[in-house]
C-alpha cells in the first residue's frame, strides 16, 4: 500500500529539487525517501529505482524548458526568437542547475521519443526556418545552436568564467549577436 501523501509527481518534483540544490548526481532513491522521512522501498511503488526516478527528473526538466521556450518564442521570429529562446535555456540552467545537468540524460530511444525533447528539436528548427534554412542546412545549424547554448550554459554554471573580464554576462549578447550573424549567412555549399 503506497505511504500515505506520497504520490509520483511529489517524488519526482522533490528529486528535481534536490538535483538544483545538491546536484543531478545526489539525485538518488534513498536521497529522496530521506526527505520524506521513509524507506527507499516506500517509493518503489512510484518508482522503480534511481535510474527511473534520475529519468522522470531529465523528463520533468525537459518539459518545463520546452514550456518555457515555446512561450519565450511565441511571435517571435529570427534574432528576436533566437535570443529570447537562448535567455530561456541560460536562465534555466541557472535558476534550476540540477534539473539543466538533468536535461543532458541520455534517454533510450523509446523514452526520448516519447519525451519533450522532440519539442526542443521542433522549436530550434521553427527559428531557422526564419532564417531560410532546411535540410542538412537546418540539421546543422540545429546542432550549432544546441552547442553554442548547452556549452555556455555548463561552462557558466562550472564557475569557467568568473575569473576574467569582461564577465559572462557582457560575452552572452556578443555571443548571441555572432550566431544571429553566422545564421544569416548560412548556406548549403559543398563542403567536401
Known sequence: MPRAGLTTERVVRAAADL???KGFVAV???AVARLFD???ASLYTHVAGTDDLRTRVA???LEELADLAAAAVAGRARADALVAFANVYRD???THPG???ATRLRLDATTAAASAGGRHAALT???LRGYGLAGDDETHAVRLVGSVLHGYASLELAGSFDHSDPPGDTTWPRILDGLDRMLRT???TDRS
Open 19 to 21: 538535483a538544483d540544490e
Open 28 to 30: 538518488t532513491a534513498s
Open 38 to 40: 521513509v524507506r527507499a
Open 59 to 61: 523528463l520533468l526538466a
Open 92 to 94: 534555466y540552467a541557472r
Open 99 to 101: 534539473r539543466y545537468d
Open 125 to 127: 528548427r521553427a527559428i
Open 186 to 188: 548560412w548556406t548549403d
